[in-house]
């Protein structure tokens, strides 16, 4: 249980980390992002609205985490649901990015593996202490 507990608490710091990252400004942004070769993103509105409000609820999903990993026991049920949900998006973007976008910055297929690392874990921790 508590290598479970662990995974779940590093996960709510990653989640509550790319929180931060909604306070940047987008010249700051795009100049974090040039070392990874990645082109930098628009000026919009639009774009910034939706990835704060997607860095919002990646802060609420990290709250989520660490309620879950201070009583793994009780809440065993949403934590398989967090591993599953993990899994299947990871899937999805793995789709998106070699299928729909199809990237060639090795970069973007870091976060759909973590996720599918983070989800395969959580699903057999949870079942091994079932």
Do not use: Q
């Not at 990874?36 to 910034?48: A, I, N, R």
């Not at 990835?51 to 934590?79: E, N, Q, S, T, W």
């Not at 993990?86 to 060639?104: D, G, N």
């Not at 297929?109 to 395969?120: S, T």
Request: charged share 15%; hydrophobic share 60%; aromatic share 16%.
């Amino acid at each position: 249980m508590k290598t479970l507990k662990v995974l779940l608490w590093i996960m709510a710091v990653v989640y509550l980390l790319a929180f931060l990252s909604s306070f940047l400004p987008l010249d700051t942004f795009n100049l974090l992002m040039k070392p990874f070769d990645m082109d930098p993103l628009p000026d919009s509105t639009l774009l910034s609205y939706a990835y704060k409000i997607l860095m919002l609820c990646a802060a609420v999903i990290g709250v989520f985490l660490i309620v879950m990993a201070r009583d793994p026991k009780k809440h065993k049920k949403m934590i398989k649901l967090v591993g599953w949900a993990s899994i299947l998006i990871a899937a999805y973007m793995l789709f998106l990015t070699f299928f729909v976008f199809k990237f060639e910055n090795r970069w973007f297929y870091a976060d759909p593996i973590f996720y599918l690392i983070f989800g395969v874990a959580i699903v057999k921790l949870i079942k091994k202490h079932g």
